[in-house]
Structures are given as structure tokens and as C-alpha cells.
């Protein structure tokens, strides 16, 4: 049995273990994480405590290392507090880097970290058209796509998939977001991420990635708050009396529930792939 935790973050759903007394494989967390048959979540983080800290180690739902993890990064900071590891504030070493979390309540937390690169435009030939994006890293690389009409009707399975693994983005690829701006505070935004190779209900690093093409497009002033899929909105806003170089990012991260994964987890069918 191996005891772990199941968190939210803004709409993206996690598994995580504290201090795991031996490494995982890739294939043991791509089981663990595929829906329906087995526990499920886009992720899962191995959080353990550190002399400054705590350190965070996030892997996607294919069983890939990433760097960086917003939400959850904001999920991490809720597990220190519930552990007795802190009252409400706890620096959380990443592969992108250290990040100061200070919980706000029991279902928010707030990031402060490092604004992201300057947005560069580029223009990804997809399907012998030309696609204007914006490319942004912001501990993870991410592509941004201008949407002006309703997110509903936004191309994220198609496009997304397209431009997420577009060989000018390298063998890694990128996460894809679509945003629309609907005010100088407010946007909106759906994004398509590499390692779950699907739509999400939220992403942590792309709301700063949009909000980084919003203030280079002077169409957004910060603060500024982020609707995405999952309903949640997460909030960008200058770090309060600090460096214009750094920004908190704040919202949602709720522990939902704590338990053991059984064996029968592991034990899964093949992936089909229906011929045509």
C-alpha cells in the first residue's frame, strides 16, 4: 500500500506522496494517474521537507518530469501547512527555481516568484496556414493563441494538439493556451498541455504566460484576474512592496481527500488504439 494525498488546483487534480520511502517508475505514475481505471489525476508530486523549505518534484500524468507546476506548486504549500510543516508560509525548492507560498485560507494560496520572459511572437505553419502565437517560458514553455470570439468555440483538442508538439518548438514541445482578453483586468482562457496531451481545467504557469501577452499587448493592466475551465478564477497581481521583477499568482488549492493506493491500481488493461 502506498499512503497519499489527492489535491485540486484551480481544476487540476493531483496525486501526491510525502517523503516516499523508494523512488517510482514512470510507468508506476502513468498507472496510477490513468482515469477510470486506476486512481486518476492529470499529476502527481513527491513533496519533502528541507532545511529551508520543502522540495517539490512534479511529474505528468504520462509518467514525464516537469519543472514547473503552478497549481500545483499552490497544492504543495497547502499540504506543508496541513502537515504542521508551517503556520502559512514555506518556500517550496522546484526544478524552476525556489517559490515563496503563503496560504490564505484553507482553499487558497498565493505564489510569488519570478515575472516571466519577455513574450516573443512567432508564426507556426500549421496545415499550410500560418498561426500567430505568442512563445513564453515561464518555467515550462508555453505558446499563447489570441482568441477574439467565445472560448467555446476555440479549436483546443485540434489546434492545441497541433501546435503542442509543432517541431519548431523542439522535441519537448509546449503547452498551448487560448485566451481571450475581456478587459484591462479580466481574461479568460483554455488550455491544451503537453504530459496529459489533453485539455485541463486549468494551468497555473499559462495564466501567467497570458497575462505576460495581455501587459506586452498593453491590453492588460495588472492586477488581473483568470477564468479558466474548471470555474475557478486565478489572480495576477504585482508583489506587494517588492521588486517590479516579481509577481503572486493566487487561487485555488484544496486537499480533497487522503488514503492508500492498492495494487489493483496497477493492474490495467492495454491502451486501445481502434484501427480504421
Given at each position: 500500500?502506498?499512503?497519499?494525498?489527492?489535491?485540486?488546483?484551480?481544476?487540476?487534480?493531483f496525486?501526491?506522496?510525502?517523503?516516499?520511502p523508494?523512488?517510482?517508475?514512470?510507468?508506476?505514475?502513468?498507472?496510477?494517474?490513468?482515469?477510470?481505471?486506476?486512481?486518476?489525476a492529470?499529476?502527481l508530486?513527491?513533496l519533502?521537507?528541507?532545511?529551508?523549505?520543502?522540495?517539490?518534484?512534479?511529474y505528468?500524468?504520462?509518467?514525464?518530469?516537469?519543472?514547473?507546476?503552478?497549481?500545483g506548486?499552490?497544492c504543495?504549500?497547502?499540504?506543508?501547512?496541513?502537515?504542521?510543516?508551517?503556520?502559512?508560509?514555506i518556500?517550496?525548492?522546484t526544478?524552476?527555481?525556489?517559490?515563496?507560498?503563503?496560504?490564505?485560507?484553507?482553499?487558497?494560496?498565493?505564489?510569488?516568484?519570478?515575472?516571466?520572459?519577455r513574450?516573443?511572437?512567432?508564426e507556426?505553419a500549421?496545415?499550410?496556414?500560418?498561426?500567430?502565437?505568442w512563445?513564453?517560458?515561464v518555467g515550462?514553455?508555453h505558446?499563447?493563441?489570441l482568441?477574439?470570439e467565445?472560448?467555446?468555440?476555440?479549436p483546443?483538442?485540434?489546434?492545441?494538439?497541433?501546435?503542442?508538439?509543432?517541431?519548431e518548438?523542439?522535441?519537448?514541445?509546449?503547452?498551448?493556451?487560448f485566451v481571450?482578453?475581456?478587459?484591462?483586468d479580466?481574461?479568460e482562457m483554455?488550455?491544451?498541455?503537453?504530459?496529459?496531451e489533453?485539455?485541463?481545467?486549468?494551468c497555473?504557469?499559462?495564466?501567467l504566460?497570458?497575462?505576460a501577452?495581455?501587459?506586452e499587448?498593453?491590453?492588460?493592466?495588472?492586477p488581473?484576474?483568470?477564468?479558466?475551465?474548471?470555474?475557478?478564477?486565478?489572480?495576477?497581481?504585482q508583489a506587494?512592496?517588492a521588486?517590479?521583477?516579481?509577481?503572486v499568482?493566487?487561487?485555488?488549492?484544496?486537499?480533497?481527500?487522503e488514503?492508500?493506493?492498492?495494487?489493483?491500481?496497477l493492474?490495467?488493461?492495454?491502451?486501445v488504439?481502434?484501427?480504421?
Open positions: 500500500m502506498t499512503h497519499f494525498y489527492r489535491l485540486s488546483g484551480g481544476g487540476n487534480d496525486l501526491a506522496l510525502v517523503e516516499p523508494d523512488p517510482l517508475s514512470p510507468e508506476r505514475i502513468e498507472a496510477w494517474c490513468r482515469r477510470g481505471v486506476s486512481v486518476g492529470d499529476g508530486f513527491l519533502e521537507r528541507s532545511p529551508s523549505g520543502a522540495t517539490m518534484t512534479h505528468n500524468c504520462n509518467g514525464t518530469a516537469a519543472d514547473l507546476c503552478l497549481n506548486t499552490r504543495a504549500v497547502q499540504l506543508a501547512c496541513h502537515l504542521g510543516w508551517t503556520q502559512s508560509e518556500d517550496i525548492l526544478d524552476a527555481g525556489t517559490i515563496r507560498g503563503q496560504q490564505a485560507d484553507q482553499s487558497r494560496v498565493a505564489l510569488t516568484l519570478p515575472t516571466p520572459a513574450p516573443r511572437q512567432r507556426l500549421v496545415d499550410s496556414e500560418a498561426v500567430s502565437v512563445s513564453v517560458l515550462v514553455p505558446v499563447v493563441v482568441w477574439n467565445s472560448l467555446l468555440r476555440a483546443v483538442a485540434d489546434l492545441g494538439a497541433k501546435l503542442r508538439s509543432h517541431p518548438l523542439g522535441t519537448e514541445g509546449a503547452n498551448v493556451d481571450r482578453f475581456i478587459a484591462q479580466r481574461l483554455r488550455t491544451f498541455e503537453r504530459g496529459v489533453a485539455e485541463t481545467l486549468a497555473g504557469t499559462g495564466v504566460a497570458a497575462v501577452v495581455g501587459l499587448l498593453e491590453r492588460s493592466s495588472l488581473v484576474d483568470a477564468l479558466t475551465l474548471g470555474g475557478f478564477e486565478l489572480s495576477v497581481d506587494p512592496g521588486d517590479p521583477a516579481y509577481w499568482l493566487t487561487g485555488d488549492a484544496r486537499i480533497i481527500a488514503g492508500h493506493i492498492l495494487d489493483g491500481a493492474d490495467l488493461p492495454a491502451q488504439l481502434w484501427s480504421d
